[in-house]
């Protein structure tokens, strides 16, 4: 009965097995270790991986592809009349890597690790155990893909203690994080990322630059048409990272069109998608629960090939950065490792894995009796590390309240509205004079991502909720809704000066750090309680005072870290055996 790690990836999957003290990659029926994570319906039934992707092209209605986005959500695929959520439809994908292994391994597959972002919150990582368990395999654990990749960095080179930035640029997402590595604990400290970014981007950059180049318009090409000239994009891009140059040919509407790419201009094509590389990391170093000293930076994942972005990277660091010669596998070597260690190989000795909280969980508070607004008081910030707990005591506003009530959110919105509700709990109070009785909040946040409430108040009542497989995700949809209601709520509220301040405050908010998060809280109930408490002078004044405050936290929160002075400048641990 083996024991396989499965690196379930947004366009291709892996699997990897420990066997005799080496990390094995699991080849599929085609003798190919990356199958895509890809579902089609054919006349003949439901296909996986190679098949269904070439139906891409030749029945895209038929076929599915980048569920992975949707994991946790009630997205729904219809394929050959019936429907399927993305849970299903991974299922597939984990069915097909299993059957391939039994066959590789020649015994049967029971138990299976398996490797999510980061970023990944409880409905997602609940989705994807479903997944493994309807494909008929029990999930010991849940890996995220950083620590992965930084166990199989640590494993290659030597272990050392030291702090990774690992980069993950695949098919269709970026995922930067850094992860520390200290005596036997793997720590991710911070993680930022987009899910619209990846290797199809570059993809589509080229196919437009092609288009330009020839005086050619995307838009009038017949559908066959443009999905040829994106394979000819992906295979001239991928023919770049062994050649100096690469000839793309295209015959639309009875002629032939060319283009000869080189290096040098994958860095020009690229340059806004590289910027917005260099934003994410920028990003993920503020998310950081430390200021981090990062040793190496490391590239994972198939794009991480792509040689304009390591010379880019480069440049930007100062330094080499470190792309292993196949890094698209990176991920499935790394749950190779832990398979090792789960199996208590001697080579290996026992890691302990932490992970962090992706975001910010609070509850809605009030800071005055007219102000109607709720924002969001913060219990447990954005990249703490878990398990973690954290309580608050909070007052009642008004004289003779009976009950103190309480919303939990998760985001990183300043306004309540704005974020996720989870759920509420209310205890009861004694009436009395306003801000004599009170109730504490307990937040405790565990390694599994099963949030615990509990609110006692001071008449010693006791209430407790457990939040586990909510839905914990907001989608663009939900974001712009949200962001509509914001603009309306302001100005039903306030004059226009201090509306105009305060939005962008709160605009602030979500990028700020969490001793400026409380900064911006504080400017904002400021600006509230001037407003309400009529006073000319007084709202004239705090608006002046909370002007600077905004320009000088505008300045701290758009101010881009050195990448250089990020990292070591002296090539250190992983690369020297090289
Ligand atoms: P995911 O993690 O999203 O499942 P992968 O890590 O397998 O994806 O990366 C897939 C992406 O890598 C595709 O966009 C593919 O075009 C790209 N890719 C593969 N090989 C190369 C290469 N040699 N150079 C540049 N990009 C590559
Ligand atoms: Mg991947």
Redesign the pocket.
Known sequence: MAFIGIDL?????LACVYQKGEMILIPNQLGKY?TP?VVSYTENGLVVGEAAKSNLILSPDQTAASFKTFMGTNKIYNLGGETYLPEELSALVIKQIVADAETFLQEPVTEAIISVPAYFNDAQRCATKLAAQLAGVHVERLINEPSAAALYYQMTYGKKDGCIMVI?F????LDVSVVECFENIIEIIGIAGDNHL???D??HEIAQFFCRQNGISLENLSNEERAILYKQA?KA??M??ANEIATMVLVAQNKEYRLILTNKLMTEICNDLFQRIKKIINQAVKNCSRRPAIDNVVLV???G??TALQKYLSDLFGRQVYAAPE??KAIALGLGVYAGIKLRDEQMQDIVMTDVCPFSLGVGARHSTQDQTVYMETMIIRSSMLPCAKEKIFYTLYDGQTALNFKIYQGEQYYVENNLELGEITVSVVPDKAGNQWAKVTFMYDINGILYVSVQSCTGEIKEKEIVNEKLHLTQEELEKSKEKMTNMIENQLNLDENELIQKFVYLYQFAAPFEKSQIGFAVSNLQNAYFSGSPILRKKTYENMRELLKELEYHISQEFDFKDLLYQEDLSWDEEE
Not at 170 to 173: D, E
Request: proline residues 3%; aromatic residues 0%.
């Open positions: 990836g947004t366009t291709n999957s990356q994570s993950d695949g098919g269709g997402t990846g290797g199809n570059v993809d992906e891009k991928i770049l990272s994942g198939g794009s090939k792509l890094p698209e």
